[in-house]
DNA sequence: CCGGATCCGATAAGATACTG
DNA sequence: CAGTATCTTATCGGATCCGG
């Protein structure tokens, strides 16, 4: 279930050329920056795992909602995202939390009361979220309308 | 399962007030879009479902090559995209060139040669990947800290 | 009210072999 | 080379019961 990788010993890819390839578009940058989050980046620098992570629908809605919303229970987030069941809520929670994108606050009392909120991380993935979700509202229909036209 | 979105009329969204947060933090304009790309829009204008597709890790990585590279064909994504199988290569271009993010060209020669390359609207999509690959790679390694630090 | 644990069906995804 | 079909395995996700 989880992998885990110990040494990492990160950020040592200095030398980052691309295999063959002189037909670019002088995107070199664009390149590289592909080329170290997939082939080299997986094993020291682990993005593709990192993209895998966040590129969860569950997961994306819940930052944003506390992104949105700044600081919410557990009843609250279930009842904000939509069609998030119960489980998936926790297992999500949870995994956020281990990256340390959300902050669990645990209130002694009774009944119990547990808050969650971003954490300084959490809050700048939130403004690359911010940016996808933009997008899709913005191009939504013109899928969707692309996907019906096709059939 | 298949959400047809007929009517549309989007953007109606002008009297959107959430239900009992008076605690905010003044970002009403992020709730508002947060409750749009959620349960409101799920039905219209089905954000969640466009999430859902891009938030792949293969969709993400393919459109990101292509946008590297600008135009490969099969067996050049293959070999780009480190750890792709065959066939999830084949499944993940084909959602994407019915979404509309690619252009397949294929042409008749032997051997076949088929290429693909982004639209317009993948160029679009792939500016917010930009944003999010360049974060994960700018934060992987605080991530990955925080995840060994409470291992 | 929060959430952990388990069972189990549905789906995704890798490996492999085959076609044009 | 590009793509399909099938088989098998791994993971996801819902339902439910339980405990703090």
Same mark, same amino acid.
């Given at each position: ?28 940058? &664009? ?14 620098? $682990?993005? #593709?795992?990192?993209?895998?992570? +966040? ?5 994306? =809605?819940?930052?944003?909602? =506390?992104?949105?919303? #700044?600081? =919410?229970?557990?009843?609250?987030? +279930? ?13 999500? =929670? ?16 009774? $009944? ?16 690359? &979220?911010?940016?996808? +979700? ?9 899928? &969707? ?7």
């Amino acid at each position: 279930m989880d992998k885990q990788e110990g040494t990492a010993t990160l950020l040592r890819n200095s030398g980052v050329t691309i295999a063959g390839n002189e037909e670019l578009k002088g995107d070199r940058k &664009l390149q590289e920056i592909f080329n170290n989050a997939n082939t080299i980046a997986n094993e020291i620098c $682990p993005v #593709g795992d990192v993209i895998a992570r +966040i590129s969860d629908k569950w997961s994306i =809605l819940s930052i944003y909602a =506390l992104g949105a919303y #700044g600081k =919410l229970r557990f009843s609250e987030l +279930i009842h904000k995202i939509d069609g998030i069941s119960h489980r998936m809520l926790t297992v999500t =929670l949870r995994n956020l939390e281990g990256d340390g994108f959300i902050k669990r606050t645990v209130h002694a009392e009774v $009944p119990p009361r547990v808050d969650y909120e971003l954490t300084e991380l959490g809050h700048s993935l939130m403004q690359q &979220l911010s940016g996808i +979700i933009g997008w899709a509202e913005a191009n939504g229909a013109e899928i &969707l309308a692309f996907r019906n036209k096709k059939g």
